[in-house]
């Protein structure tokens, strides 16, 4: 049996070294020589209880359950650790549980949940909601405690007229963190109640976001900030946003303030699709969720999705509303270590910050390979038989030959290549089919269900410095046929002192190198690493955490690791 983690493809590496005087490297080798091999600690595994309102650890009860599947980390600085996870269902078990949940490795604390299926979604809520999914990996501030994450559950406000009969209820999804302890509503879709104007969309007096898709971003420890898509008549809008927190409670006229509330600063205006593209008199035509660290963000923003020709990775202060954007990388730009006229025409949407640094996935040139995608086998039950129903022979998609991952300098103002294809990797993509089925009560992703594409990397610098490190996920295995062959998937480490790439963790290698209690029970024999993930804050100063499965025909086993990276 298989442990599903959820993940997303990754393209080929190919190393670039930067060209730094050697009074700058001499005061770095103090960090010493990369390590050979990982030492890797558990944070979680499928043999932990999951902490929740019906089970306490100390007194285990039928309610008891333990983990069964883990989604990509997220850790800060002093090491903790951030994930969403779920048990088994089904069976008799009813709905598995499934919630965002944390752990301090750097004091060894206990995992604790932060929320779940169980948990009463904070005010604004006078109907008692509970939170139904989570729907996107959870993320955590870089230099403190605060985890952000995106919550989907049946309206949460009803709102009624002078003769106390229902008018409507709302508020189906909104954006939860924890920077006073408690958790409280950062953003939620009841900008159209009079009373939480200050959850509206900024440019769109009286107008709820419809959804915050993807994952929202921390930092400051008070400021979130995400994407939201929002309705104008029936013209879809889309737009980068940030919203401060305080520990204030929402106030409400002729009755008690709600409480943990957090404030009523509105939500402010980065860019939208209304705003020009730095440079063009095109308008953006697509967003991607932010990314954050300290008083800054960036995002990928561009004209057209699928077939973009302007746009780009842009920086923007968390400032005053519809800051100057800085163009980081661009479509059209050249492709670090290719030639002349060799130059990006596609960019991913996972970006990854650490307040100097960004990674990010970058493709060029018009060279392209069939893969045909075929429905999961594990997963929701619905959205698996849409999957099946619409491509009951598979979908092929068209890969780029040319892909790799990068780092870009907001100090030196310069690209690096980190890896390219189709050298040493066949590709940084990974597929998933994910979303709302048609007619589904829950919203998955508030999007309608398709094949999407990731990337995943994550970048961390040295502490006032021009060297970096980052760990990605990348495919080795040639892509024959539409399907690939001998494939290796795996997390790879590009050190900073000498930039020779190193095998974190990959698929087919001992489970055991990650967790001594991946093995099969019966005959003690260490299982394989069957898939592998990383995030896009999952690699926080020297402290760098994945998920794993591992599996045979009869056994299998899953966790979330944690390495310090020197």
Avoid at 186 to 200: D, N
Avoid at 216 to 234: A, H, L, Q, W
Avoid at 299 to 315: C, K, M, R, S
Avoid at 527 to 540: A, C, D, H, N, Y
């Amino acid at each position: 049996m298989h442990m599903p983690i959820a993940s997303t493809p990754r393209r080929a590496l190919r190393v670039a070294r930067p060209v730094l005087p050697l009074s700058l490297l001499l005061p770095l080798l103090a960090w010493g020589a990369p390590q050979s091999n990982a030492q890797w600690t558990t944070v979680a595994n499928n043999g932990n209880l999951i902490p929740s309102s019906t089970c306490a650890p100390s007194a285990p009860t039928p309610a008891c359950r333990t983990f069964n599947s883990f989604n990509q980390p997220s850790v800060n600085r002093a090491g903790l650790v951030v994930f969403r996870a779920r048990s088994r269902g089904g069976s008799g078990q009813g709905e598995p549980l499934q919630g965002i949940y944390r752990r301090n490795m750097a004091a060894g604390g206990a995992i604790i949940r932060v929320l779940d299926r169980t948990t009463v979604v904070p005010q604004p809520n006078n109907r008692g909601t509970t939170f139904r999914e989570t729907p996107a990996f959870p993320r955590i501030d870089a230099t403190s405690s605060t985890v952000a994450t995106r919550g989907n559950h049946p309206p949460v406000w009803q709102v009624v007229d002078d003769a106390g009969e229902v008018v409507e209820q709302v508020g189906t999804n909104g954006v939860y963190a924890n920077p006073f302890g408690p958790v409280v509503t950062g953003e939620s879709r009841l900008g159209s109640v009079p009373a939480f104007s200050f959850f509206q969309v900024p440019e769109q007096p009286g107008t709820a976001f419809d959804i915050i898709p993807g994952a929202p971003s921390v930092t400051r420890r008070d400021t979130i900030v995400f994407k939201g898509n929002y309705t104008v008549g029936t013209t879809s809008k889309t737009g980068v946003y940030y919203r401060r927190l305080t520990n204030t409670p929402f106030p409400i006229a002729n009755g008690a303030p709600l409480s943990p509330g957090s404030g009523t600063l509105p939500v402010v205006l980065i860019a939208n699709s209304d705003s020009y593209i730095p440079g063009t008199a095109t308008h953006f035509g697509s967003t991607a969720p932010p990314t954050a660290a300290g008083s800054r963000m960036v995002f990928l923003g561009v004209d057209n999705e699928d077939q973009p020709t302007a746009g780009g990775i842009y920086l923007a202060p968390l400032a005053q509303p519809l800051p100057a954007l800085r163009a980081l990388v661009r479509i059209g730009d050249h492709v670090p270590g290719e030639a002349t006229g060799q130059r990006f025409r596609q960019l991913g949407e996972g970006l990854s910050f650490d307040g100097r640094f960004v990674a990010f996935w970058g493709a060029w040139g018009l060279e392209t390979e069939p893969l045909v995608l075929t429905c999961p086998d594990d997963g929701n039950a619905d959205l698996l038989a849409f999957c099946r129903q619409q491509y009951p022979n598979g979908h092929t998609v068209q890969v780029p030959v040319h892909q790799g991952m990068f780092v870009h300098d907001t100090v030196l103002h310069r690209t690096w290549a980190i890896a390219k294809s189709p050298t040493t990797f066949s590709t940084f993509l990974f597929w998933t089919f994910s979303g709302q089925v048609p007619g589904e009560a829950t919203e998955e992703d508030g999007e309608p269900a398709r094949w999407r594409s990731a990337a995943f990397v994550s970048v961390s610098g040295l502490p006032s410095s021009p060297l970096f490190r980052a760990a990605f996920k990348a495919r080795k295995g040639p892509l024959v046929g539409g399907s690939y062959v001998d494939l290796v998937d795996g997390i790879y480490l590009r050190p900073a002192i000498v930039p020779a790439l190193r095998t974190l963790a990959a698929t087919g290698m001992p489970g055991t190198a990650l967790d001594p209690k991946a093995v099969d029970p019966d005959t003690g024999v260490a299982l394989p690493i069957t898939s592998v993930g990383i995030e896009r804050e999952g690699f926080r100063g020297s402290q760098l955490v994945i998920n794993a499965s591992m599996a045979s025909e009869e056994a299998g086993w899953a966790g979330i690791y944690l390495t310090r990276v020197r």
